[in-house]
């Protein structure tokens, strides 16, 4: 081995592009079932990543892609409330 780590890679729900995991923002369904943002990268339940770009947390919403992800029906809502967590993070 030449020492380098390798950089664990995600793909984006929204836009599909494969990025390194540090780049993206992970989206958590909780063992109780909430959804939401997960800044640290590590509370206990099913991840989903998205990119830290407004435009690709809007697309997340129009293809409903959180209920792909982890195949529950999400309220608008739960898209409403992350989107505007995001927004006032402004990551």
Do not use: N, W
Request: proline share 7%; glycine share 6%.
């Amino acid at each position: 081995m030449d020492g380098q780590r390798k950089v664990p890679m995600r793909t984006c729900i929204a836009c599909r592009k494969e990025m390194p995991k540090a780049e993206l923002l992970r989206i958590v369904k909780s063992p109780t079932g909430e959804i939401s943002l997960d800044f640290s990268g590590r509370l206990p339940g099913r991840g989903a990543y998205v990119c830290k770009e407004e435009a690709c947390f809007r697309l997340l919403h129009r293809k409903r892609a959180l209920a792909k992800a982890f195949s529950v029906p999400v309220p608008e809502e739960v898209y409403a409330r992350l989107e505007e967590e995001f927004l006032v993070a402004k990551i």
